[in-house]
């Protein structure tokens, strides 16, 4: 059984970094994209930054320039590095990944970590 694993959140002042890291694991053979996405009360959850297994990024206009995103392939791990954090970016982060199994492709979910953001 597939699962993600997340870690990283926690509370910052604005202005200050977090780094998120999310690990996957089971009868993985291939992940073909890793991101994160965020929901923040009352709102849609919504894509961050994602990353295909060749490198491939996409990033949200809202964090360009202040976050990054890292995969390890051999490792099946994503980070995200937020800096210059702002109260707006206060939300439950979620990594997912589109993955390939014995069983076919599919689309998981991290249980989410909680960033927040204020002074």
């Known amino acids: 059984q597939v699962q993600l694993e997340e870690s990283g959140g926690g509370s910052v002042q604005p202005g200050e970094s977090l780094r998120l890291s999310c690990a996957a694991s089971g009868p993985i053979s291939i992940i073909y994209t890793m991101a994160w996405y965020r929901q923040s009360p009352g709102k849609e959850r919504e894509l961050v930054a994602s990353?295909?297994?060749?490198?491939?990024?996409t990033y949200a206009d809202s964090i360009k320039e202040r976050f990054t995103i890292s995969r390890d392939n051999g490792k099946n791990t994503v980070d995200l590095q937020m800096n210059t954090l702002a109260p707006e970016d206060a939300a439950v982060y979620y990594c997912?990944?589109?993955?390939?199994?014995?069983?076919?492709?599919?689309?998981?979910w991290g249980q989410g970590t909680r960033v927040i953001v204020s002074s």
């Open positions: 990353m295909t297994y060749s490198g491939d990024t």
């Open positions: 997912y990944a589109h993955i390939q199994t014995r069983a076919g492709p599919s689309k998981h």
